[in-house]
């Protein structure tokens, strides 16, 4: 007997069990409404049904998705559930998927332009066409001296922008020998983690990192991060980086951009944080949350919240490119290129890894199909259905609105307090009937209701409206 050679699917095999998993995807966008959202299982219940060693003879493939389908699924949290107002949506659409399969498919890694010239070039022009779609300033685009990438995530652009300022500010001595121990950052008590993990990673360091009050709507108060900054310059330090968000995590809070730049001086860089709310600027009437972005020098949002593009993919622009690669090129001869040379673009000089996936195709497939209406028409339908949620929730005599709703997100807390309003999301969210997630605002427990997912119409709405109505109404009982 000759030992077996090739192990391979066949490509007969892959194209049947190809169209096999693109009909269980679609079946799955079917059944998952029917679904709790949050599946009822504990930790390791999932890992306990698993062999724990790998098989020594390869199986058939059908054996594997019936694993799926039994092992598999039951654990996973329904984030493509019409149902899901918890986090952020993190939504995706069919053309997304597709163009998933395609770059999945090509297997190319776009770390230079020589090693996939389409992924590079396709690249610029999408993030190109993005400064266009949201009414970005011109300083973005590549066609001036700045420029967008496509990152995994925004912690990775907040990162790269603290590095491109910290490199700006020391005049690239930060990476040649070390970072100097007076250099600030600043960003709101309500930034988001990454920010400080961004500080962490960048050598800056927590005690270095000022976390700036915010005003009653839980945005950044421009007076007391003026004060902040004087502060820092009368102790000797040298102020370098702030982060502005645009969409706070907790109440998705705008901070005030253009006051913001107001107080700053040049040599402190301006990042903005518009990771789950930039997307709708895709609509006009929703762009004043960027007025005052021309003073910013790079600013990132996700597509992968709230653009129907599947995770991973995160927008980051710079103003100026030469600052961002200046911090992270370096080259070895083994990727010295001719085109290189002649001013053709390497992504990995934008980013942390040096490897990259084809990202833009599913940005591209799925600008392509919706078009800007097509973005603008469902933005606007959560907007609204949001709109409906405030509404009620202001005229019920049970909850108040903690804050004022911006955009796709309403919070919301019990009049009786803390305790009843953790009791009644712990009450609807164990009903599987719909999954929403909490945060605190001024130390009050606060429920906050996200609408952004594909499918979610006014009905899911509604339904969530009336979970959560009835469970205060049984606790008051209770
Ligand atoms: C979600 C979010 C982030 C983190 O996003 P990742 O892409 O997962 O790193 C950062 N900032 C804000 C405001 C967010 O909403």
Known sequence: MHPKLDYHMTTEEFRKAGKEVVDWIADYY????????????????????????????GEPFGRVMSDVDALIMPGITHWQSPNFFAYFP?????????????????????????????????????????????????RFLSTGSGGGVIHDTASSAVLCAMLAARERITKGSGNAKGVPANLVAYTSTQAHSSVQKAARIAGIGDENLRLVDVDASFAMDPAALRRAIQEDLAAGKTPFFICATVGTTSSLAMDPIQAISDVLDESVWLHIDAAMAGSAAVCPEFRDMHAGIEGADSYCFNPHKWLFTNFDCSCFFVADRNALIGALSILPEYLRTAEHAA???????????????????KLWFVIRHYGAEGLQSHVRQHIELAKEFERWVAESDQFDLVVKRSLNTVC???????????????????????????TKLNDRYTIRMMVGQRTTELRHVRTAWERFSEAASEYRKG
């Open 30 to 57: 079917d059944w998952v409404e029917s679904q709790p959202v949050v599946p009822a299982v504990e930790p390791g219940d999932i890992l306990a049904q698993l062999p724990p060693l790998p098989p020594q003879k």
């Open 90 to 138: 993190s939504n995706t659409s069919f053309p997304s998927i597709l163009g998933e399969m395609v770059s999945a498919g090509l297997g190319v890694q776009g770390m230079v332009w020589k090693t996939s010239p389409s992924c590079t070039e396709l690249e610029t022009l999408v993030m190109d066409w993005v400064v266009d779609l949201l009414g970005l300033p011109a």
């Open 343 to 361: 001013g053709a673009i390497d992504y990995r000089d934008w980013q942390v890894p040096l490897g990259r996936r084809f990202r833009a195709l």
């Open 412 to 438: 919301f807390a019990d009049k009786r307090g803390d305790q009843a309003t953790k009791a009644i999301l712990d009450k609807v969210n164990a009903s599987g009937k719909l999954f929403a997630s909490h």
